[in-house]
């Protein structure tokens, strides 16, 4: 059963940090790429950031460069996702989602998908909250 759990959401301050996890089991999640996209109050869904299968590669949402640092750790059966977020910003809250592609996903080793219709797997969400 395929499974995309995320952890780490709360409440902070602006100018603080979170760092939130995202556990994937269930399939060799190590052979994808995986993506962090958030949705906030009244907005689309949104990429925050996404890494390459081979976690040599990230791309960053421009509202997010130089503040969010996404990484991957793989094991056999469990590949976990993180996504560190410093110097929170009123604008930054949001239901974060953990995401992936499907199997029928080509993309190169080291291609990290960008739009939402790339990912077939999301996990329930995790909220984060950012007090002015």
């Known amino acids: 059963q395929v499974q995309l759990v995320e952890s780490g959401g709360g409440l902070v301050q602006a100018g603080g940090s979170l760092r939130l996890s995202c556990a994937a089991s269930?399939?060799?999640?190590?052979?994808?790429?995986m993506g962090w996209f958030r949705q906030g109050p009244g907005k689309e869904r949104e990429l925050v950031a996404a890494?390459?299968?081979?976690?040599?590669?990230?791309?960053?949402a421009d509202s997010v460069k130089g503040r969010f640092t996404m990484s991957r750790e793989d094991a056999r059966n469990l590949v976990t996702v993180s996504l560190q977020m410093n110097s929170l910003k009123p604008e930054d809250a949001a239901v974060y989602y953990c995401a992936a592609p499907g199997s029928s996903y080509s993309g190169s080793w080291y291609s990290t998908p960008m739009k939402e219709y790339e990912y077939d797997y999301w996990g329930q969400g995790t909220q984060v909250t950012v007090a002015s």
């Open positions: 890494i390459s299968r081979s976690g040599g590669r990230t791309t960053y």
């Open positions: 269930g399939r060799t999640f190590s052979s994808y790429p």
